[in-house]
């Protein structure tokens, strides 16, 4: 059995960290300021649309999404608050019919965020993640695997 490097338990954990979110003494949720969750997201709605969230400590932001055979759009978030261990967010295109306008809502933790999109006729789920947290793991795993799979290779003419 191969050992586990600590890189990869690292990962492990942080994900698994990012999902308990609650007190194991108890069923209190911890609270999650608005300084905590201020920042880029990043994530894909359960229908495949990429989003970029930024929340501004001003209680602004603004969020672009694509497809991935689409431009990208942008919307303005006129407003966010966090509420506990919930995030609510208004957002829309600037001059655009107020009914064009979506809400957002869900639950906020410190390393990821699900969420419910809401638009007029139509909703979708979203998760996103920590950018800058995604971007540590993303480079720890990329290390690991490269080098593992250096470690794999022989020699030309050599034999396992």
Same mark, same amino acid.
């Given at each position: 059995?191969?050992?586990?490097?600590?890189?990869?338990?690292? =990962? =492990?954990?942080?994900?698994?960290?990012?999902?308990?979110?609650?007190?194991?003494?108890?069923?209190?949720?911890?609270?999650?300021?608005?300084?905590?969750?201020?920042? *880029?997201?990043?994530? #894909?709605?359960?229908?495949?649309?990429?989003?970029? =969230?930024?929340?501004?400590?001003?209680?602004?932001?603004?969020?672009?999404?694509?497809?991935?055979?689409?431009?990208?759009?942008? &919307?303005?978030?006129?407003?966010?608050?966090?509420?506990?261990?919930? =995030?609510?967010?208004?957002?829309?295109? *600037?001059?655009?019919?107020?009914?064009?306008?979506?809400?957002?809502?869900?639950?906020?933790?410190?390393?990821?965020?699900? &969420?419910?999109? &809401?638009?007029?006729?139509?909703?979708?789920?979203?998760?996103?993640?920590?950018?800058?947290?995604? *971007?540590? #793991?993303?480079?720890?795993?990329?290390?690991? #695997?490269?080098?593992?799979?250096?470690?794999?290779?022989?020699?030309?003419?050599?034999?396992?």
């Amino acid at each position: 059995m191969p050992a586990i490097k600590p890189a990869s338990l690292l =990962v =492990v954990m942080a994900f698994i960290l990012s999902a308990c979110q609650t007190d194991p003494g108890s069923k209190k949720s911890f609270p999650i300021r608005a300084s905590e969750i201020s920042g *880029e997201w990043e994530g #894909l709605s359960d229908d495949g649309v990429f989003y970029i =969230v930024q929340l501004e400590p001003s209680g602004t932001g603004a969020i672009g999404y694509t497809r991935h055979d689409e431009g990208a759009a942008m &919307l303005r978030i006129g407003s966010w608050r966090c509420d506990g261990k919930r =995030v609510f967010v208004s957002a829309g295109q *600037e001059g655009a019919d107020p009914n064009a306008a979506i809400r957002i809502e869900g639950q906020a933790g410190w390393l990821k965020m699900d &969420l419910n999109v &809401l638009g007029r006729d139509w909703h979708r789920h979203l998760t996103l993640y920590r950018a800058s947290e995604w *971007e540590r #793991l993303r480079t720890t795993v990329r290390a690991s #695997l490269s080098q593992s799979h250096d470690s794999s290779r022989t020699a030309p003419g050599a034999t396992k």
